[in-house]
């Protein structure tokens, strides 16, 4: 398994295992450029660790979701972002409620990314998330936003890993 990971890419050169892997944002931009950031009073995260919270709610500016935004790379390889998604105070209440529930894989949202995603410059654009695995968070999966929804669902050359985080 180790050789595997260690192998060149035949297209572009780079190990495989930069290829297939997840960035994982800390926190959401509205968040991060707060004072108190997720330790305002009032604050909600599903885990004390925002890395590895997946459901947050802060006073004043948003709840928030974390989701997986696939980029998909030629060769059948695919680069995954995890990135906050804000979310309707509602659409977090329902979210809790079936989350450890068998109703978790019909969950669907709609919201907002709040992340920046580079090289694309993608922040606060509308993104629509389904549960694709039980087991995983939810996808981004559509986006009314012509150039989200290109960066879901075309297939990007290898090049674009240099700008990747």
Known sequence: MDS??????TMCGQATAA???DVRFRLPEPVLNS????????SWLSDPDPTTATLMQIPNISPFVRALLPVKL???HEFRFGVWIAIHPDDL???CR???A???????LTGYLANKIQPWGLYKVPVNLAVLNPDQTPYCVSSPNEELNSVLTQEWPHAILASLP
Do not use: F, M
């Not at 068998?102 to 669907?108: A, G, I, V």
């Open 4 to 9: 595997i990971k260690a192998q060149a890419c």
């Open 98 to 100: 079936v989350w450890n």
């Open 74 to 76: 030629e060769g059948g």
């Open 19 to 21: 290829h297939d892997r």
């Open 93 to 95: 209440q329902h979210t």
């Open 102 to 108: 068998p109703e978790y894989s019909d969950l669907k």
């Open 35 to 42: 004072p108190h950031q997720h330790r305002a009073e009032g």
